[in-house]
């Protein structure tokens, strides 16, 4: 069945990404991104896996450097809620806000 909503369908190429190199990953996003006229990206890696940190911020680099939009990469931890400090993912999430607005990035 073909997924009407354009970012549900984008988001189906990524949802097995890890198996992809990082430049195919990357160029899923930049298309992405450039057939829905996307403002701004949210990126997440798990704090506890350093390994994959490093593909979080060369996708916010390559992102910044082709589209020149905002992207916001996120550490998320899903087994320890000690990790997570709502007030500093709160006031993260305002100035990537303000700057998708203001188009200060």
Not at 10 to 35: F, M, N, T
Not at 69 to 91: A, G, M, S, Y
Request: hydrophobic fraction near 40%; aromatic fraction near 8%; include cysteine.
């Amino acid at each position: 069945m073909r997924q009407k909503d354009p970012y549900v369908a984008a988001s189906q190429h990524l949802r097995s990404s890890l198996v992809s190199p990082l430049g195919a990953r990357i160029r899923i996003i930049l298309g992405a991104c450039k057939d829905l006229g996307i403002d701004g990206v949210l990126d997440h890696y798990h704090t506890g896996c350093r390994g994959v940190a490093g593909d979080a911020f060369m996708i916010r680099d390559a992102v910044a450097k082709e589209l020149g939009i905002p992207v916001l990469v996120l550490e998320w931890e899903n087994f320890d809620p000690r990790v997570f400090d709502d007030e500093r993912f709160r006031t993260r999430l305002e100035v990537f806000r303000s700057m998708m607005q203001t188009g200060t990035h």
